[in-house]
C-alpha cells in the first residue's frame, strides 16, 4: 500500500535559502508594522536620536561646557547617540522577538534563531536610515573620504556581532524570566552614561578606560571617530592596543563580540525545543 508524503515539511529541510526567505519577509514586515498608522512614518527613527542629540549637545556644551573646544563634538555626539539607538534598539525587539512571535513559534517549524535574527535586522534597516543623518553632518563639517573609510563596514559588522549576541541570549532567557524587560530597561539607561558616548574616553582614568575597551560598543564607537574625524588630531584617538599596550589589545573588543554571540547561538539552540510550550 502506497504511503503519501505530509503535505508540509519541517522548515528546516528546505535549507539555507528558504530560511533567507522567511528572514527576509519576517524583518521587511516587521519594519513596515513598526511605523504602520504613524502620520509622521519613517520620519520618527530619525526625529527621535535627533532630539535627544539637540538636547545633550546644548547642556554639555552650553552649560557643562564638556565639547565646547572641540570642532567635531557635534559630528562625534551625534554618532554616539545613532550607535547607541542601534544598540539597544535591537537587544529591545530581539529580545522580546520570541515571545511576540508566539503564535508563529507554536504553529510552524523552522530554527527560532531566524525570529531574533530578523527583529535585530529591523532595527538595522533603521539605523540604515539615521546614517544618512550622519553623513549629513560629516559633509557639513567638510571631512573628506579617506582610504582608511574602508574600516568602517568591518567595524559596522563587530557591532552587529555583538549586538545579535546579546539579543539572542536575552531572547532566550526573557522565554523563562520576563522581569528581564525590567531589568534591561535600567542596563540600557545605566549603559548611555558609562560608556563615552557624551563624553571622550579621554576623561576616563586609566582603569576606567580598561573597563570600557572590553566593551566591543566601545572600540566600534571610538575607531569610527579616530578614523572618521580625528584622522589630523592623533592626540584624539584612543585605540584598545594603546590601552592594553599591546597590538593584540585590538582584538579583545572582537573577541568579547565573538564569544557573546557563539554563547547566545548555542543557549538558543538548547532551549529553542522548548519554545512552544513556555511562550
Known amino acids: 500500500m502506497a504511503t503519501t508524503k505530509p503535505a508540509w515539511q519541517p522548515l528546516e529541510r528546505h535549507g539555507l535559502l528558504q530560511q533567507a526567505r522567511i528572514l527576509h519577509v519576517i524583518a521587511g514586515a516587521d519594519f513596515k508594522l513598526k511605523y504602520a498608522g504613524s502620520a509622521l512614518g519613517y520620519v520618527w527613527s ?5 532630539a535627544l542629540f539637540t538636547m545633550l549637545y546644548f547642556v554639555f ?7 565646547a573646544g572641540s570642532h567635531y563634538y557635534a559630528v562625534s555626539l551625534l554618532m554616539g547617540i545613532v550607535l547607541f ?16 512571535r508566539s503564535d508563529l513559534i507554536r504553529k510552524l517549524s523552522f530554527p527560532r534563531m531566524i525570529v531574533a535574527v530578523s527583529a535585530t535586522l529591523t532595527a538595522a534597516l533603521t539605523f540604515g536610515t539615521n546614517l544618512t543623518v550622519i553623513a549629513g553632518f560629516v559633509a557639513w563639517k567638510h571631512i573628506t573620504p579617506r582610504l582608511d573609510w574602508l574600516l568602517i ?27 528581564l524587560g525590567q531589568v534591561w ?21 586609566p582603569w576606567a578606560k580598561k573597563v570600557s575597551f572590553f566593551n566591543p560598543f566601545t572600540q566600534v564607537l571610538e575607531y569610527l571617530r579616530s578614523i572618521i574625524l580625528y584622522q589630523d588630531f592623533p592626540d584624539n584617538r584612543v585605540t584598545a592596543g594603546q590601552i592594553f599596550h599591546s597590538p593584540v589589545g585590538d582584538l579583545i573588543p572582537i573577541g568579547v563580540a565573538i564569544a557573546f554571540l557563539v554563547g547566545g547561538v548555542l543557549l538558543m539552540r538548547r532551549e529553542e525545543p522548548w519554545f512552544a510550550e513556555r511562550v
Open 185 to 205: 530597561e535600567l542596563v540600557q539607561q545605566l549603559w548611555m552614561y558609562a560608556t563615552p558616548i557624551i563624553y571622550p574616553v579621554g576623561f576616563l582614568p
Open 61 to 67: 556644551t552650553r552649560v557643562f561646557r564638556v565639547g
Open 153 to 179: 563596514p568591518p567595524l559596522l559588522l563587530e557591532l552587529y556581532v555583538f549586538t545579535l549576541g546579546v539579543s539572542l541570549i536575552l531572547a532566550t532567557i526573557f522565554v523563562r524570566v520576563r522581569d
Open 46 to 50: 530619525v526625529i527621535k536620536p535627533i
Open 85 to 100: 539607538y542601534f544598540f539597544t534598539d535591537a537587544i529591545t525587539l530581539g529580545m522580546n522577538s520570541i515571545v511576540s
